[in-house]
């Protein structure tokens, strides 16, 4: 038995159970496959639950806010993903005649979709000959070919998207998909592969050199760049002042504290916040320091708490009151989220 008939024999008796299996339609496999990109399943399933929930629909998610899409994104970070997905949506409405494209190029040309969601929703729901490669199809290929090219260079995403595409079954090429996906995630796992129940293990070059934790090859990892962030929690009453973060990083869209960047002494702060947003500050109190890692950078956040004397208003920013029970109605990134969240201890 050759390693298409014999995963997909597997597959038909082992396939993992999720909400969106089964499903063709392909809003639901997009919000999965977006969902899913960079969060683990046990993570993101509550997450997908709400968004389809809330949002059924290419109408409903096109007719939505921002503010809103990113509130029930809050928490999954990379939220590019959330507010690609909306402005695809409103496109698909608006210039697609509302129906989600058919073909491979015309999926792959949306916004917000790359080649591994449009192979997912081309093989899947259209039935198209598309090898979807992610991390857990990485990793199953480098083992059972032996393949030592690591899979995040671009010479090893086209040598991995090749084999994976010579592999694929014509008859069922979504099926094919998702047994790769669910081997990779239940049998050949990244640090303890289960080979004695693998049903490809005679073919798997990893196994019979005993390899296995060898592969897959990573490419060297870059330096992360350090940043300071120094956030000001301004209380007036029974609130507390926040605003919206432009610009083009990542937490684009999002709310915040009022910010000021750099590590910076006390006086520094004091003066920057009279610049930055007209307040004068009475006192200034270090109050939480905590590190927060993303995939390029670490974030040494520090919170201050500000006794103010002016209002804190200043022409250039958009600052905002917000009173203390309305405050979970705005998206805010996950740093931001748990010390909102612990807000009555401060
Ligand atoms: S035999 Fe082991 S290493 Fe090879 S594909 Fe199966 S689980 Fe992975």
């Known amino acids: 038995m050759n390693f298409t008939t014999a995963l997909l024999v597997w597959y038909d008796q082992n396939a993992r159970e999720l909400p969106w299996r089964g499903s063709r339609n392909p809003y639901v496999i997009w919000v999965s496959e977006i969902i899913f990109q960079q969060t683990r399943i046990d993570q993101g399933t509550s997450y997908f639950l709400r968004f389809v929930e809330r949002f059924p629909d290419l109408k409903s998610l096109a007719a ?198 750099g590590d910076k002494g006390n006086d520094e702060l004091v003066a920057e916040c009279r610049t930055l947003y007209g307040i004068t500050v009475e006192s200034l109190k270090e109050i939480r320091r905590i590190k927060h890692v993303l995939t390029h950078a670490e974030l040494d956040i520090r919170f201050y708490a500000v006794e103010a004397s002016s209002s804190a208003t200043h022409s250039g920013k958009s600052l905002l009151f917000v009173p203390t029970d309305r405050i979970k109605e705005y998206p805010f990134p996950k740093p931001l989220v748990d010390f909102i969240d612990s807000l009555d201890e401060c």
Request: glycine share 8%; proline share 4%; hydrophobic share 40%.
């Open 64 to 261: 939505a806010e921002e503010d809103e899409v990113l509130r029930l994104w809050q928490g999954l970070g990379y939220y590019s993903r959330a507010r690609n997905m909306l402005f695809t949506a409103r496109h698909i409405c608006e210039n697609l005649g509302g129906t989600f494209p058919s073909e491979f190029k015309s999926i792959r040309s949306l916004k917000g979709i790359g080649d591994y969601t449009a192979s997912c929703i081309a093989s899947i729901c259209f039935g198209q000959v598309h090898a979807a490669v992610d991390g857990n199809v990485y990793r199953v290929l480098s083992r059972l070919f032996g393949e030592k090219a690591a899979i995040d260079s671009s010479r090893g995403q086209v040598l991995f998207k090749k084999l994976a595409q010579g592999l694929i079954s014509h008859d069922r090429p979504g099926d094919f998909n998702e047994a790769v996906m669910d081997l990779g995630a239940m049998v050949c796992k990244p640090r303890n592969p289960v080979c004695m129940v693998c049903p490809v293990s005679r073919l798997c070059k990893a196994y019979a050199m005993n390899m296995q934790v060898e592969l897959p090859v990573k490419a060297p990892s870059i330096k992360k760049s350090a940043s300071v962030m120094n956030y000001v929690l301004i209380r007036q009453e029974n609130g507390i002042v926040i605003q919206k973060r432009r610009g083009k990083g990542i937490w684009n869209g999002l709310y915040e504290l009022p910010i000021v960047a």
